[in-house]
């Protein structure tokens, strides 16, 4: 009987600390996330399913943590252990043009001459970049007089597929000023500015 109380009361302490960040979110924000996604669909529901999300389900959630913490607590710490001997990505930061990612120098005659689109159809604009040349406006308004104009290719990796983005930068003493993409795929490693 002893056994049982000791299993019983980690079990509870388990049911606790799993608890603990659901409580703080509550109190931090009024409501669980859980509650904000659910929101709109559970107001339309009656009372008993309403009943089964908002005290059934906790409850059976409550009772399996108490009678089952052992592999949970195991796969709570290996998760955290696998958390911490991730290496730090860097997904989470903006897109930037890097020096290395620089490809070729060329002159703002040379790229608004080979990017100058004609639609025989009359469905883009019949200027450089085309839909894009407000933004390219925008860039080449930002242009210094010492600024120097470089075709880039520049990898970028995020939580999904890798991407290739390619454009122009104005660089200013060695440091990408500010940046034009005019293209981004996935990379497979094919095709880029300079081998156009």
Known sequence: MNLVAWYGGLGLITLGIILVPVIKEKIQYGHSSDR?????FLAR???LARMTV???VPALAGVTIVAF???ILIYLGWMQIKEIRTPTNNYDKPFRVEHQDLVTKASLEQIEQSHHIEDPLGAVPDLPFGHLNPGWQKF????GPKDEIW???SVYKTWGPQYRYEGYAAVRRNKVRSFFVIKRRIDNNQVTLTDE
């Open 140 to 143: 080449r308004g930002k242009l």
């Open 36 to 40: 904000v996604t659910l929101g709109p």
């Open 54 to 56: 908002d005290w059934l």
């Open 45 to 47: 529901r009656p009372l």
């Open 151 to 153: 075709a880039f290719s």
């Open 69 to 71: 913490w052992p592999p």
